[in-house]
């Protein structure tokens, strides 16, 4: 493990015992032996959403679909096992999800012409998710999908568009969706969030951070979008249920926020040429050109456009610490500056 980006002590094993270990306190032994002790899913199996009826609307799942092929995987199964290997619609995906940090995100398995399969070292980094990859062993800094340890350090996972959105939402708008099933040979309390009120603002961290950033608490929901090398933060908890307007790096998006406080997704604006402006008039997302309703998904369900998908960017849903953690250098977006937000049609 000569090969790294970030010092070797601020990775910390945790042994099941109550002990966090920094990494550079272990033994191969250990380290050998707490490898996939959260264990990760190499074969999973999907149930339908008729079958998925344990789930409530209000459950939070991480969603991704890959040519009209739509999965979901419920933060309840994702609380034991954080990542899934697989394919969908053709493309091979990680499915990781870090309770610690509430980071859902989908990345391509693919490097080049190299095809990894990812493990967990129950270690974390910056209070985030540690995982690895069987092909080299290196680690990999989940929220920024960057391997900080081992022979691919410097690498990044390309990271793909899903979202973080209540069950009643996704089933709404894909009612054949695929949903991970506990069925998966495990013996774990599903039904049970042991996660539950540890995303109350002002609460402890799992394990000390070493970056830190007063500008939000540490456990704000944030959306945040890195493009083209610009990072900005999106707040949830301030946004509210918006359609809010912003540019990032030239680009025109548009935010969609539910009015949890959980849920969000980012969309490029611009759709067949036109670059749209969008409202929330009673509970629905609309755009000012055609008066199109859309979904917190970004799909158009009524008007001109209807049955027209806008295109959504790759975006982290997850605590403020955890992304200052990996993009130290965001700005964070002020909607009382943004004379494009409106919560209402305008009066004509």
């Not at 540690?130 to 080299?136: A, G, K, L, R």
């Not at 969030?193 to 394990?207: C, I, V």
């Not at 969609?256 to 604006?269: C, H, L, M, R």
């Not at 755009?287 to 295109?311: E, I, M, R, V, Y």
Request: glycine share 6%; proline share 6%; hydrophobic share 35%.
């Amino acid at each position: 493990m000569s090969i790294s980006n970030v010092p070797l002590d601020h990775i910390i094993l945790d042994d099941f015992r109550g002990n966090a270990i920094p990494l550079t306190q272990t033994s191969p032994e250990l380290i050998g032996t707490l490898k996939d002790r959260i264990p990760p899913l190499t074969n999973p199996q999907y149930s339908t959403a008729k079958e998925a009826a344990w789930l409530t609307n209000n459950d939070i799942v991480l969603v991704f679909i890959e040519k009209e092929d739509a999965h979901a995987f419920p933060t309840r199964i994702l609380n034991f096992h954080e990542i899934v290997n697989d394919t969908i619609g053709g493309r091979p995906v990680l499915i990781s999800y870090c309770p610690l940090c509430r980071s859902g995100l989908v990345f391509d398995r693919q490097i080049k012409t190299r095809l990894l399969t990812s493990g967990n070292t129950n270690g974390v980094y910056e209070s985030d998710m540690v995982m690895y990859d069987h092909q080299t062993q290196s680690y990999w800094f989940q929220v920024k999908g960057e391997a900080i340890v081992g022979s691919l350090t410097g690498t990044q996972l390309t990271l793909l568009p899903a979202f973080l959105l209540p069950w009643s939402e996704w089933k709404t708008l894909y009612p054949n969706t695929q949903v991970l099933s506990r069925e998966i040979g495990f013996s774990r309390p599903y039904h049970r969030d042991p996660f539950r009120g540890y995303d109350k603002l002002g609460t402890m961290l799992g394990f000390p951070v070493k970056t830190t950033d007063s500008r939000r608490d540490p456990k704000e929901k944030i959306l945040g979008l890195n493009h083209n090398g610009v990072s900005k933060a999106y707040s949830l908890t301030q946004l509210s249920h918006t359609a809010s307007m912003d540019t990032i790096a030239g680009k025109p998006i548009v935010i969609f926020s539910d009015n949890t406080g959980q849920a969000g997704s980012i969309f490029d604006a611009t759709i067949k040429s036109t670059t749209l402006s969008f409202f929330l008039e009673q509970e629905t997302f609309k755009d000012h050109q055609t008066k199109s309703t859309w979904t917190l998904a970004g799909k158009a369900t009524n008007g001109p456009l209807k049955g027209l998908h806008l295109t959504p960017l790759a975006t982290h849903n997850t605590f403020w610490f955890s992304w200052v953690a990996a993009f130290p250098h965001t700005t964070i977006y002020n909607p009382h500056s943004q004379h494009l937000i409106v919560k209402e049609a305008p009066n004509h």
